[in-house]
């Protein structure tokens, strides 16, 4: 088979840098593997190593620096057929940890090539995650103060079954490359190789003293037996198989004529559990029961037990492009909290607009019209509040009908939920 390297774009590395002997050693194992370059995606981020998805006539993906192997699971979750290689410099193995150990834990088929020359090697030679505490590079003594990293032991603790420590001038590499990729699970090549450009000016470094330091090192070369598991992709898809198919979305049907068909703007301002976000879910699907298109975009405080709850929700016949709200036509406040975090948007209510509040609430001076609800008086607890607004608000038929919104309980709500939900309804239609 011939191979796959890129002809209109051939390697082009510094003279004597190893990965021009990796990149050659990967075609031939693509070779002996007898691959084609539609059965192969090459993912790589910032660096040296980030020129391989340019130098194969394969499938390739070049994203940020140390992001690789997110990039390369979510195409292989999505493509289980392809043979998915992430090659990646010890810039990015230090930049991108986090996912590293993700990647080993997680065990997706995908086999990451660490081109490790111990030097940000493309931007000056600085120190990276490998770079040995004797050598000398161009960040000053800072390699003096962090002990290097060990791709191969940050493996096998994390959990990865496959791990091999080798040398770029290896004369079995591409052999070991392709063992990697034929593996069904995560495998992890650790490549030791030199940089003439930037780390062997000060640092000597030559094939044999690679291998020497290799010797010198845990070994790995192959499967780790305490970490094999079945392959991340294959245990999804079996156990997702056996779930229950999820009920289908309904098909609302539009069937009402609305107060408007213009775009009409609705904040909804509550707190914690106030069941804002589901009300204003409630308040898209009641438009939509009048064929009218629905945005809704919503804002919770980072602590969920405590804090302002904000739903933003558009309703227009026409498409909605731009989500925000600028000028509300209708202010539905029920929770002080909100109230206090959206302040400087009562001063941009619409003058022909309307607010409809809980009587205990302070709110901002505002144009248009408030209208105040003594939820108390007429037996509304507070999780209630938001859905007595909408009530209160159909009611006026303003954005919404009294039908609109019932019909739209019946596509939210089954059972003795729906029950209470309509009868709160109905008890602040009759009290209005």
Request: glycine share 10%.
């Amino acid at each position: 088979m011939t191979g796959l390297l890129n002809k209109d774009r051939p390697p082009v590395f510094c003279p004597g840098c190893a990965h021009e002997r990796i990149t050659h050693a990967l075609d031939k194992a693509f070779q002996e593997m007898n691959l084609t370059g539609n059965e192969i995606a090459i993912v790589s981020d910032i660096g040296c190593s980030g020129l391989f998805d340019t130098f194969f006539r394969t499938h390739a993906f070049h994203g940020l620096h140390g992001r690789a192997l997110t990039y390369a699971a979510g195409i292989k979750l999505a493509r289980p057929e392809l043979n998915v290689i992430v090659t990646m410099g010890d810039g990015g193995l230090g930049i991108g940890g986090a996912h590293l150990l993700a990647a080993c834990r997680r065990n997706i088929d995908l086999t990451l090539l660490i081109l490790n020359n111990f030097n940000f090697g493309m931007t000056g030679g600085q120190y990276s995650a490998t770079t040995p505490a004797h050598a000398q590079v161009g960040s000053g003594f800072l390699n003096q103060l962090e002990p290097p990293l060990d791709p191969c032991r940050i493996g096998a603790a994390a959990g990865a079954p496959y791990l091999v420590r080798c040398s770029a001038y290896d004369n079995t590499l591409s052999a070991k490359m392709a063992g990697a990729i034929r593996y069904n699970g995560f495998s992890l090549l650790d490549i030791h190789g030199v940089c003439p450009g930037r780390y062997t000016k000060k640092n000597r470094l030559t094939p044999k003293s690679i291998e020497e330091a290799i010797s010198e090192m845990p070994p790995f070369s192959g499967e780790i037996e305490e970490n094999v598991r079945p392959e991340y992709g294959a245990a999804y898809r079996e156990k997702s198989a056996s779930l229950d198919a999820p009920s289908p979305r309904p098909e609302i049907e539009a069937e009402f004529d609305p107060p408007s068909r213009n775009r009409q703007e609705i904040l909804l301002l509550g707190g914690a559990g106030g069941r804002i976000i589901t009300a204003g879910e409630i308040l898209c699907m009641a438009g939509m029961t009048a064929g009218l298109n629905a945005s809704q975009k919503n804002e919770y405080n980072i602590t969920v037990l405590r804090g302002p709850s904000i739903s933003e929700v558009i309703l227009s016949e026409a498409g909605i492009g731009y989500t925000a709200i600028d000028q509300p036509e209708i202010i539905l406040a029920v929770g002080q909290e909100g109230v206090d975090r959206a302040k400087k948007v009562f001063d941009a209510l619409n003058p022909d607009g309307m607010v409809i509040a809980a009587a205990d609430l302070t709110l901002p001076e505002c144009a248009g019209e408030v209208i105040r609800i003594d939820f108390k008086e007429i037996g509304i607890k507070e999780p209630d509040r938001a859905l007595a607004a909408l009530a209160v608000l159909a009611g006026k038929r303003r954005a919404i009908l009294p039908e609109m919104l019932k019909r739209a309980l019946e596509y939210r709500f089954k059972g003795p939920i729906n029950e209470s939900s309509m009868k709160l309804v109905e008890k602040v239609l009759w009290e209005r």
